[in-house]
């Protein structure tokens, strides 16, 4: 199949992307040549974009701390998709997904949206993460969160 550049312009054709092994595991039992296989397919689908997840509780155990392993895993991820003509939109806080809630180990109840504590750890996440791949051509946007409101039980 041809590679597409991705740096064209076009339509975005994308899809929401777990693994196929291993769904919002697939950080933790890490498989790169199953992963290459999914983009492959992704490509040969036709698709240019996919929006992948960072799960929560294993990238941020403790406030402060950020999994290198996680971050090691996703550049390898970026790699494989760049090498597929996939553009990426990584998802950073994902508390909920398809009905299940997996909190942040250490969130213990605060306010994921107004407590201060909160916020100040989230933001020191996001710079951590963002400052890593700033520049990686790879990535085509960030979005924050994923089903907030389910998450947290408020829009606050």
Same mark, same amino acid.
């Given at each position: 199949m041809r590679r597409r550049n991705l740096d064209a312009q076009g339509f +975005? =054709? *994308? @899809?929401?992307? $777990?693994?196929?092994?291993?769904?919002?595991?697939?950080?933790?039992? %890490?498989?790169?040549? !199953? +992963?290459?296989?999914?983009?492959?397919? @992704?490509?040969?689908? #036709?698709?240019? @974009?996919?929006?992948?997840? /960072?799960?929560? &509780?294993?990238?941020? &155990?403790? &406030? *402060?701390?950020?999994?290198?392993? =996680?971050?090691?895993?996703?550049?390898?991820f970026l790699s494989i998709c760049a090498s597929h003509g996939i553009r =990426?939109? &990584?998802?950073?806080?994902? *508390?909920?997904?398809? #009905?299940?809630? $997996?909190? +942040?180990? %250490?969130?213990?109840?605060?306010? /994921?949206? @107004?407590?201060?504590?909160? +916020?100040? $750890?989230?933001t020191e996440l996001l710079r951590k993460i963002v400052s890593r791949f700033? #520049?990686?051509?790879? !990535?085509? #946007? %960030?979005?924050?969160?994923?089903?907030?409101?389910?998450?947290? *039980?408020?829009?606050?």
């Amino acid at each position: 199949m041809r590679r597409r550049n991705l740096d064209a312009q076009g339509f +975005i =054709v *994308g @899809a929401n992307y $777990w693994a196929s092994h291993a769904a919002h595991k697939m950080w933790e039992n %890490w498989d790169p040549s !199953i +992963i290459d296989k999914d983009m492959a397919l @992704a490509e040969e689908l #036709g698709l240019n @974009a996919i929006r992948s997840f /960072f799960w929560t &509780p294993q990238l941020n &155990p403790l &406030p *402060g701390v950020i999994n290198p392993e =996680v971050l090691d895993r996703f550049e390898a991820f970026l790699s494989i998709c760049a090498s597929h003509g996939i553009r =990426v939109f &990584p998802s950073i806080f994902v *508390g909920h997904m398809s #009905g299940t809630n $997996w909190d +942040i180990p %250490w969130r213990q109840g605060r306010d /994921f949206c @107004a407590d201060p504590y909160m +916020i100040y $750890w989230e933001t020191e996440l996001l710079r951590k993460i963002v400052s890593r791949f700033r #520049g990686n051509k790879t !990535i085509f #946007g %960030w979005i924050l969160t994923n089903e907030l409101p389910n998450y947290t *039980g408020s829009m606050s």
